[in-house]
């Protein structure tokens, strides 16, 4: 077995490990694989969060709150935050139209 691989049941068993032993090591290695997913897909929401408050930003033309966001995406590993916020140039808000009046 090389270090870093996991060893197999039948290793384990082999090795002198009780079914019982064998049982809770492969309890702890499938507890700390549902962790690390867990944690994957809260950070993917998260993220995914951030570019939903950052569009809402950008549309109304929070340009200082699209940088904090920006800032938060960068920190958290997000590539696309420095892409995004390039392609998302500020628009000025739109005003009420103005009714048309008729000449007398």
Do not use: C, W
């Not at 499938?30 to 549309?59: C, F, I, P, T």
């Amino acid at each position: 077995m090389t270090e870093g691989s996991t060893p197999t049941d039948e290793q384990l068993l082999a090795d002198g490990f009780t079914p019982e032993q064998v049982a809770a090591i492969d309890k702890r290695a499938n507890a700390a694989l549902d962790a690390a997913s867990v944690d994957a897909a809260r950070e993917k929401q998260y993220v995914d969060a951030l570019l939903v408050e950052r569009e809402g930003y950008a549309r109304f033309g929070r340009i200082d709150r699209v940088a904090e966001v920006d800032a938060e995406l960068e920190r958290r590993g997000h590539k696309a935050a420095a892409q995004a916020r390039s392609a998302a140039a500020p628009t000025k808000p739109r005003g009420r139209r103005q009714a048309a009046t008729e000449e007398a």
